[in-house]
């Protein structure tokens, strides 16, 4: 939607009921991907597209029955070999379409997510589209620190007029309110997840919120759509580790730059995999991307040289980034320390630096490094605790702290992380 979100927002704001569909599944040789929209508005306008033009017009008239009966539809849309002028898609593919009709005021999650999207706030918009009566349609806006929405929406009643729904069961057979409230949790925390990589799709959960099988007996599908750039990867120090760093940081789905203030070194020939090679000073560059970074940019210093690190470290330690991370022996970390102390860093903003650098692994190789590196980023993000899987017996998939309330499972974290 966020092509067509400028468009939306002025629909939204003037109070006028729309519909959008969206899709939410493709497979062989569809022509969009998961995320593209068309939206149509009750008086009839369309915006963006869902196929290219394949079937655009059933899809119009699907978003035209929706705003009359206020019910969300998932429609598949294949090839005809019958007829290939029939509704379907000639190219060979399938489309998943999910038709969700919006009134402006009656969902929570979906006018914040609207208004997020127009604004340009990275959020995840996670919708419903298959599961037990009364869920779908239902949507959650989640940002970094928290949501908007509820499970299930809080929906005015369809006109007298309109079909009954196979998705509008009785009360009777909703999840108990006990299981929706780990349901809606478990998709928020699934659906940050997805917003901090950037990524749309789907997810399928159990009523009791754990992760399942499609084709399990009970289970809720949302569809997941991230809007944000891609977060930042900031490696400063041009050398060999760098490349394998930066192989792997793009891996995660991060925008990678490399800095450093030797031209010689900095070059894009020796870092083809870079988003971009600056030259410049490291603290100097900082201070020029403080509007360009956020909660999610990652800092990787491997410049293990003080000219370079103190006053690049003095700036970094005290912004809002995700983490920052330091290479160096334990001596070069104990000496680090003690300038950063000097420069007048407090203990708890010296305590947010990792050095040294990435998870123990017994790395040797530059690419071994890199998987360090990387692992500690992602335990970090996630609250892991850098354990085996198998020294533990609870869930594998479990809730990363997100919120300041629970400062507990960060400072778990980080002892086993040390």
């Known amino acids: 939607m966020q092509d067509i979100a400028e468009q939306l927002q002025a629909w939204h704001a003037?109070?006028?009921?729309?519909?959008?569909?969206?899709?939410?599944?493709?497979?062989?040789?569809?022509?969009?991907?998961?995320?593209?929209?068309?939206?149509?508005?009750?008086?009839?306008?369309?915006?963006?597209?869902v196929s290219g033009g394949c079937v655009e017009g059933a899809v119009y008239e699907l978003c035209q029955a929706a705003i009359e009966s206020?019910?969300?539809?998932?429609?598949?849309?294949?090839?005809s070999d019958e007829d290939a002028f029939a509704v379907g898609l000639t190219c060979g593919g399938v489309l998943d379409v999910f038709v969700q009709p919006i009134r402006p005021g009656a969902d929570d999650g979906l006018d914040a997510g609207?208004?997020?999207?127009?604004?340009?706030?990275?959020?995840?918009?996670?919708?419903?589209?298959a599961g037990p009566g009364g869920l779908v349609g239902a949507t959650v806006a989640v940002t970094a620190d928290t949501h908007h929405g509820a499970l299930p929406p809080a929906l005015p009643p369809a006109p007298s007029t309109a079909q009954p729904s196979p998705a509008?069961?009785?009360?009777?057979?909703?999840?108990?309110?006990?299981?929706?409230?780990?349901?809606?949790?478990?998709?928020?925390?699934?659906?940050?997840?997805?917003?901090?990589?950037?990524?749309?799709?789907?997810?399928?959960?159990?009523?009791?919120?754990?992760?399942?099988?499609?084709?399990?007996?009970?289970?809720?599908?949302?569809?997941?759509?991230?809007?944000?750039p891609a977060p930042r990867m900031l490696v400063f120090g041009a050398i060999d580790f760098a490349a394998a760093v930066v192989r792997i940081g793009r891996f995660?789905?991060?925008?990678?730059?490399?800095?450093?203030?030797?031209p010689v070194f900095a070059t894009k020939q020796r870092f083809p995999e870079a988003d971009e090679v600056v030259v410049d000073w490291p603290h100097r560059y900082l201070d020029s991307q403080l509007d360009r970074i956020?909660?999610?940019?990652?800092?990787?210093?491997?410049?293990?040289?003080?000219?370079f690190d103190i006053p690049l470290l003095e700036r970094a330690l005290r912004l809002p980034?995700?983490?920052?991370?330091?290479?160096?022996?334990r001596r070069t970390h104990r000496d680090r320390e003690a300038r950063l102390r000097e420069v007048g860093l407090t203990e708890a903003e010296i305590g947010r630096l990792r050095s040294p650098i990435g998870l123990d692994l017994g790395a040797r190789t530059p690419e071994e490094t890199a998987v360090s590196v990387a692992a500690e980023?992602?335990?970090?993000?996630?609250?892991?605790?850098?354990?085996?899987?198998?020294?533990?017996?609870?869930?594998?998939?479990?809730?990363?702290?997100?919120?300041?309330e629970e400062p507990r499972a960060r400072r778990t974290h980080r002892t086993h992380a040390a």
């Open 114 to 129: 609207i208004a997020y999207i127009a604004s340009g706030t990275p959020v995840a918009l996670a919708r419903v589209i």
């Open 294 to 307: 956020d909660g999610r940019t990652v800092l990787c210093v491997l410049t293990h040289d003080a000219k």
């Open 252 to 262: 995660l789905g991060y925008r990678v730059t490399v800095c450093d203030a030797r």
């Open 168 to 228: 509008a069961a009785p009360a009777a057979t909703r999840p108990a309110r006990h299981l929706l409230a780990a349901l809606e949790q478990a998709v928020v925390t699934e659906a940050r997840a997805m917003l901090d990589a950037g990524r749309t799709g789907r997810i399928v959960l159990g009523l009791d919120g754990r992760p399942c099988d499609d084709r399990d007996q009970g289970t809720v599908t949302c569809f997941v759509e991230s809007y944000v």
């Open 70 to 79: 206020g019910e969300p539809v998932l429609e598949r849309f294949g090839y």
């Open 377 to 404: 980023i992602i335990a970090h993000r996630r609250g892991g605790s850098c354990l085996p899987l198998n020294a533990g017996d609870g869930p594998i998939h479990h809730e990363a702290p997100a919120t300041p």
């Open 321 to 329: 980034v995700g983490y920052v991370g330091a290479m160096g022996s």
């Open 14 to 49: 003037a109070g006028r009921s729309f519909a959008v569909a969206t899709v939410v599944g493709v497979s062989g040789s569809a022509p969009r991907d998961p995320g593209a929209a068309l939206a149509v508005d009750a008086a009839g306008e369309a915006i963006g597209s």
